[in-house]
């Protein structure tokens, strides 16, 4: 298990107010899945998140992330999980502006302390990567949106992360770009990445071997109900059921033989 969320409830306290939004989050990734998170806006997708990439934590709950416990560390040593463990690529690519596009992928290894000669090689090698070696010099605001966004992926990809984290990667983008950007994270997964993948579109969602779905904060898996609070439910009505159909039979039966057989000390 690559990704183990149990039991996480956030809110959030402005002022006297108390906002819930996560209620009872559990969520288990396999190495090599690729999730999507579908919910409408406003369902604490970005706030789960934000939680999912060691940039926040919860009021309680637990997070295993590559066999780390991830809230038990300081700020510090989170931090140090997320450089290890996680690419990130946001609706909005969050490039900088006056920096080209070989610097912006090659910041993660500047704050990874990677060399410069090989933080320039290895930013230029994930830019072809994406299919943008002739782009290293331009600034995002000479690449179209499809382009920033690809830039973002070979940002996200060049410390090698198991898993890469996209909220509405697709959010700004037009069909052809988003399409575009699909294959890429197909791809990607295809090599042995885990992708989890925050989105509010159906058609994007499709490209995810499992989705879950987010609502007012409670997640629930599609096609089955594997969220652990609905599972245990489910699991107690049919035990109860089990333990009702057992007593009528017996009582059924005592009816039946209850002349013919000699009395009992009643078991229950
Ligand atoms: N920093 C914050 N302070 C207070 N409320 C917040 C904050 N961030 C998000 N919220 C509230 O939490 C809820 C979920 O937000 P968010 O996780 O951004 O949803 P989504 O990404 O699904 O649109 C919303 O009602 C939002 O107003
Ligand atoms: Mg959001």
Redo the contacts with the bound molecule.
Sequence with gaps: MILKLDHINKA?H?GKLD?P?LHDVCLHVEKGEYVAIM?P???????LMNIIGCLDRPDSGTYELNGEDVFSRDDRSMANIRLRNLGFVFQNFQLLNRQSALENVALPLVYAKVPKKERRERARAALERVGLGDRVTFLPGQLSGGQKQRVAIARAMVNRPSILLADEPTGALDSHSSLQIMELFQQLNEEGVTVLMITHSPDIAAYAGRVCDIFDGVISERNGTVNAAQEAERKAEQEAEEALAKMRKRSADMLRHGSEEKEEPDES
Excluded at 41 to 47: A, I, Q, R, V, Y
């Design positions: 959030y402005t906002v939004v919910g806006s406003g369902s604490g997708k970005s706030t």
